[in-house]
């Protein structure tokens, strides 16, 4: 499959200006008990503050070579043993991990792609029941200093209806005070048997 649509990354020090992540993670319950997998790592700017917050490991997953490379190395910086950096197409292979196995999905800045649906449902899949899914992307907004083009950029209420289809409940939107570019919501994996359509 390769990269998604508008996926490229600006230079490090230019991408960590727009966040806040240890706020943003905290505000999206990304702590506790087991394992996180994270759907993009990037840099690693989440992956580190959500190492701090978890007791299980987190996988960081990447598309991208450099991308890994790089989290792996902050992760050792910051001496998170929990950090399991992994090279992966998760869009074409999904991420590896067992059905019901993780706590916490992260999916930042990365539900613009050709099929969000079908990355929602890769989520589930890897969740527990009552596990959760931590959403951020760009506000429409043509002022943000970065972000997908504003036609593919997707709206809240476009990912809680995905999120939905995919089997998710909402739990609540975030405003995310401390990173002004950006919005966020929490859905959660129904304590359930039930698979969605």
Aim: proline share 8%; charged share 20%; glycine share 10%.
């Amino acid at each position: 499959m390769g990269k998604g649509r508008e996926s490229g990354m600006p230079d490090e020090a230019y991408w960590q200006t727009f966040f806040n992540p240890e706020c943003i993670v905290a505000k999206l319950d990304c702590a506790g008990p087991g394992d996180v997998v994270e759907f993009g790592c990037g840099y690693g700017l989440f992956t580190m503050p959500a190492a701090k917050l978890v007791s299980g490991a987190v996988y960081a997953l990447d598309i991208e070579p450099e991308m890994v490379a790089a989290t792996a190395a902050s992760a050792v910086k910051a001496g998170y043993a929990n950090v399991v950096a992994q090279e992966r197409d998760f869009v074409a292979d999904g991420c590896g991990r067992p059905d019901g196995s993780a706590a916490y999905a992260m999916l930042f800045n990365i539900l613009h792609i050709e099929e969000p649906v079908a990355l929602l449902r890769e989520a589930y899949r890897a969740l527990a029941p009552g596990g959760k899914v931590g959403i951020i992307h760009w506000k429409l907004d043509p002022a943000t200093p970065r972000g997908p083009s504003l036609t593919i950029r997707p709206q809240p209420e476009q990912c809680r209806e995905w999120a939905e289809q995919a089997g998710f409940r909402f739990v609540r939107g975030e405003d995310l005070c401390c990173c002004s570019w950006h919005w966020g919501m929490v859905l959660e994996r129904p304590q359930t048997h039930e698979r969605p359509g």
